[in-house]
């Protein structure tokens, strides 16, 4: 892979960082969407100290992101 496919990697990252960020907005402005707050979200309180992994949402994500992959994969 020479510069330029390098660079063609770079910007499609770039691109998928910022439909997450649009999306993280998105779902910030609609609170029914509950991304991050999922049942399976592990969070754990506790005087003093608070646990929080977003197992479930983790789980959705890399889902998502398989998905997106083997659709690009395909070509």
Same mark, same amino acid.
């Not at 691109?15 to 779902?27: D, F, I, P």
């Not at 608070?50 to 479930?56: D, E, G, N």
């Given at each position: ?17 910022v @439909?997450?960020?649009l999306? $993280? ?5 609609? =609170?029914?969407? /509950?991304?991050? #707050? @999922?049942?399976?979200?592990? #969070?754990?309180? /506790? ?6 992994? =977003? $197992?479930?949402t983790?789980? @959705?994500?890399? @889902? ?9 994969? #395909? #070509?």
């Amino acid at each position: 892979m020479g510069l330029g496919g390098l660079g063609r990697v770079l910007v499609g990252f770039g691109v998928m960082l910022v @439909l997450v960020g649009l999306a $993280l907005v998105a779902a910030e402005r609609f =609170p029914g969407l /509950r991304i991050g #707050r @999922l049942p399976g979200d592990i #969070r754990i309180e /506790r005087p003093g100290f608070t646990f929080y992994f =977003p $197992l479930a949402t983790c789980i @959705l994500a890399s @889902l998502a992101l398989s998905l997106i992959f083997w659709l690009f994969r #395909r #070509r």
